[in-house]
Structures are given as C-alpha cells and as structure tokens.
T-cell receptor, first 114, second 111 residues
Framework: DQQVKQNSPSLSVQEGRISILNCDYT??????FLWYKKYPAEGPTFLIS?????DKNEDGRFTVFLNKSAKHLSLHIVPSQPGDSAVYFC?????????????FGKGTSLLVTP | DTAVSQTPKYLVTQMGNDKSIKCEQN?????MYWYKQDSKKFLKIMFS???????INETVPNRFSPKSPDKAHLNLHINSLELGDSAVYFC??????????FGDGTRLSIL
C-alpha cells in the first residue's frame, strides 16, 4: 500500500512563476519529510526536508510547507527556472534517525518553460 | 569525487543467471540502503545496513542477498534472475541524522 502519494504526475510552469508540488501521506507515524529532485539517468538528489515539529522550512528558492492535520506537504519553487525541470519525489520516514527507510511518492515531473 | 558510486551502471543478462551490483560511499556514513525502482517509477526500500549489520529487510525474495564487507560498501547479489527483476536499483547512504544520498542507479535488464 502506498503511504505517500503525489497525485499530479506532471506540472508545467512558466519561467519566473511559482511551482507548487503537492504530496499527501497516510501514516501518522511519519515525522520527517524530504523532497528529492531527479534528472534522467541520475540518482535522486536531496533538496530540502522538514521535521514534523515545524510547519515551514525555507532554503533559497525552495520552501516546504507541512500541514500535519491534513497530512499534506507542498514544495514551492520561486522563481522557477528551466534548470528546475526534473522529477520531484516526496518522501517520508518514521524517524529522523538513520536506518529508517524512506517511503517515496511516485514523483511529479516538472517542466519549466522559458 | 562521487559520493555514492554504483557499478555497473547498466547490466543486461539472461534469465537464470547470477549477478552482483557493487556500491561504495566515501561520505563516512554509517547506514547504507538498497532501493528498487520498478517500471511504474515507484522507489521502494529493499535492505538497510547500519555498521555492517542488517536492520531492514523488506519482503524481498531470498534470491537477493546483500553483503556489507565494511561500512563503506554494500553489495547486492541476485541469484537465478527472473524477468520481474528488471528495474533500476539504487544504493544510498546516510549519516546518523540527515538525508539519504543516492547513487546514480544500476539499470538491470533481463532478457
């Protein structure tokens, strides 16, 4: 059963605009959430994370928002750039300590057009 | 320098063969993982090792056997390969606290 869901398989945004990628989860035991970016023929690259004790984390153009009551998180990219075009995976785990596996969504393919 | 490296990048072989995929990390991390990405692009955990000890073993056929000779290496050996084993296999490592870092994957194709 899929515990992390990304319901939009693809998203197209114009350069300079905001990209919003969404993610829902079902397991209330998850307390650490991450976003990964993946280019073709490469491995996922860590982008940004958030602990369940926070509702927002910002790193440059990337901001992750967490709504625990709705079991929902989102990644905002502002402003979007053509180099942001990639597949974005949402992931969650039960413990921020190592050894706990990541549960991944199926990914959202983002295309940023000039 | 590559942080998590996997070899080979591509592996094409016939059903019934035995093959190995190697993974090495130079990040000094204590924990290493193997994930499988199937044809539906779904990334799923297979194994996790912490300081050479197996700590996660998901429902994976026992034809798959991980081996960790030391903290920096986690190899994956697959016996009697089947068509359904065709996938991309990703190795990852992580520190005690922090995100997992992934290799570039090994694309396994079974003929």
């Amino acid at each position: 059963d899929q515990q992390v869901k990304q319901n939009s398989p693809s998203l197209s945004v114009q350069e300079g605009r905001i990209s919003i990628l969404n993610c829902d989860y079902t397991n209330s035991m998850f307390d650490y959430f991450l976003w990964y970016k993946k280019y073709p023929a490469e491995g996922p690259t860590f982008l940004i994370s958030i602990s369940s004790i926070k509702d927002k984390n910002e790193d440059g153009r990337f901001t992750v928002f967490l709504n625990k009551s709705a079991k929902h998180l989102s990644l905002h990219i502002v402003p979007s750039q053509p180099g942001d075009s990639a597949v974005y995976f949402c992931a969650a785990k039960k413990n921020s300590n190592s050894g706990y596996a990541l549960n991944f969504g199926k990914g959202t393919s983002l295309l940023v057009t000039p | 320098d590559t942080a998590v490296s996997q070899t080979p990048k591509y592996l094409v072989t016939q059903m019934g063969n035995d093959k190995s995929i190697k993974c090495e990390q130079n990040l000094g991390h204590d924990t290493m993982y193997w994930y499988k990405q199937d044809s539906k692009k779904f990334l799923k955990i297979m194994f996790s090792y912490n300081n050479k000890e197996l700590i996660i073993n998901e429902t994976v056929p026992n034809r798959f056997s991980p081996k960790s000779p030391d903290k920096a290496h986690l190899n994956l050996h697959i016996n009697s390969l089947e068509l359904g084993d065709s996938a991309v296999y990703f190795c990852a490592s992580s520190p005690s606290l922090g995100p997992q870092h992934f290799g570039d994957g090994t694309r396994l194709s079974i003929l």
